[in-house]
T-cell receptor, first 111, second 112 residues
Framework: NAGVMQNPRHLVRRRGQEARLRCSPMKGHSHVYWYRQLPEEGLKFMVYLQKENIIDESGMPKERFSAEFPKEGPSILRIQQVVRGDSAAYFC?????????FGPGTRLTVL | QQQVKQSPQSLIVQKGGISIINCAYENTAFDYFPWYQQFPGKGPALLIAIRPDVSEKKEGRFTISFNKSAKQFSLHIMDSQPGDSATYFCAACVSGNTPLVFGKGTRLSVIA
């Protein structure tokens, strides 16, 4: 049973470009969470999705950030017009119920 | 309040010693308290979790102690090994698929 998969593992973008981060949950898990981790910090919740629905996006910036979890395919976190402050590790977690299992993360660097 | 406060920020323990990391929370609605272990460049891995209906849970060398009245919980690592050197995060949430609120992490170094 494969774990949570994320790609790419590393992503470099210039200011103003778009970043697309993908997350495939564990088989059988229909709940996906996205978290952001800044250096030397804990993880901060961004958004919680179920298939085709955003359940809670209270942690996601209102501008430039969006997320989706389509019926088919991975969940995608999209950051438009990236700025240097977006540089961080982005983790997704999937859950069958309460336990959340994390992927290896995507490390975004904005030049 | 949604905060979870974790201490210490860093910890150095001799091999074979006991590592103790503490967390405190404010939201009395929280009823699920997991601990995660993270190695550099990796994602957090679920280590052990507890619910408030028990005061202690043990899995191998890892034990969670929970004090509901004080709103505190702690992780004890017995017989600490160099391989335990990692960053440990406590977290809390309301059970039933809600976002986790994380502490800021404790960087543990176990030295021989």
């Amino acid at each position: 049973n494969a774990g949570v998969m994320q790609n790419p593992r590393h992503l470099v973008r210039r200011r103003g470009q778009e970043a697309r981060l993908r997350c495939s949950p564990m088989k059988g898990h229909s709940h996906v969470y996205w978290y952001r981790q800044l250096p030397e910090e804990g993880l901060k919740f961004m958004v919680y999705l179920q298939k085709e629905n955003i359940i809670d996006e209270s942690g996601m910036p209102k501008e430039r950030f969006s997320a989706e979890f389509p019926k088919e395919g991975p969940s995608i976190l999209r950051i438009q017009q990236v700025v240097r402050g977006d540089s961080a590790a982005y983790f997704c977690a999937s859950s069958p119920e309460n336990e959340q299992f994390f992927g290896p993360g995507t490390r975004l660097t904005v030049l | 309040q949604q905060q979870v406060k974790q201490s210490p920020q860093s910890l150095i323990v001799q091999k074979g010693g006991i590592s103790i990391i503490n967390c405190a929370y404010e939201n009395t609605a929280f009823d699920y308290f997991p601990w995660y272990q993270q190695f550099p460049g990796k994602g957090p891995a679920l280590l052990i979790a507890i619910r408030p209906d028990v005061s202690e849970k043990k899995e191998g060398r890892f034990t969670i102690s929970f004090n509901k009245s004080a709103k505190q919980f702690s992780l004890h690592i017995m017989d600490s090994q160099p391989g335990d050197s990692a960053t440990y995060f406590c977290a809390a949430c309301v059970s039933g698929n809600t976002p986790l609120v994380f502490g800021k992490g404790t960087r543990l170094s176990v030295i021989a």
